[in-house]
């Protein structure tokens, strides 16, 4: 009996090697996890920053609750759009999310001659 727990014992690595082979996997699934979630997040993160710094007037834009307007003032953190003839309101600059332009391309927006 005494024979067969030591077999079984002398199966596993010992010392220092053991506790780096542990971590092997756990490692390798961060790795996974940055390059397939976190950094393309970033980059998105990144490239709408950039987005609402370059927001100009008069550009035409969506915001995230699906709004269309046109821009009539800029703030650091507020835009003013005008979503109607003599209608203005004031959303946060974050929640801008496309310019017109961009959500026709996707077909998020009707074009100006359908019906």
């Known amino acids: ?12 690595p010992a010392g220092p090697a053991a506790g780096i082979a542990s971590f092997v996997p756990l490692i390798l699934i961060f790795v996974v996890f940055y ?3 976190i950094r393309p997040q970033q980059k998105k993160a990144k490239e709408h920053q950039q987005f609402l710094n370059e927001l100009k007037r008069g550009a035409r834009v969506v915001t995230s609750g699906g709004i269309h307007g046109r821009i009539t003032g800029l703030t650091d953190t507020t835009v003013t759009m005008e979503i109607a003839e003599n209608v203005k309101v004031k959303v946060n600059r974050g ?3 496309t310019t017109t332009a961009d959500a026709e391309k996707l077909g998020a927006a ?6």
Not at 3 to 12: C, F, L, M, R, S
Not at 110 to 115: E, F, L, Y
């Open 35 to 37: 390059f397939l979630l």
């Open 110 to 115: 009707p074009s100006k001659g359908s019906a």
């Open 95 to 97: 929640s801008i999310m």
């Open 1 to 12: 009996m005494t024979g067969i727990a030591y077999a079984a014992g002398g199966a596993a």
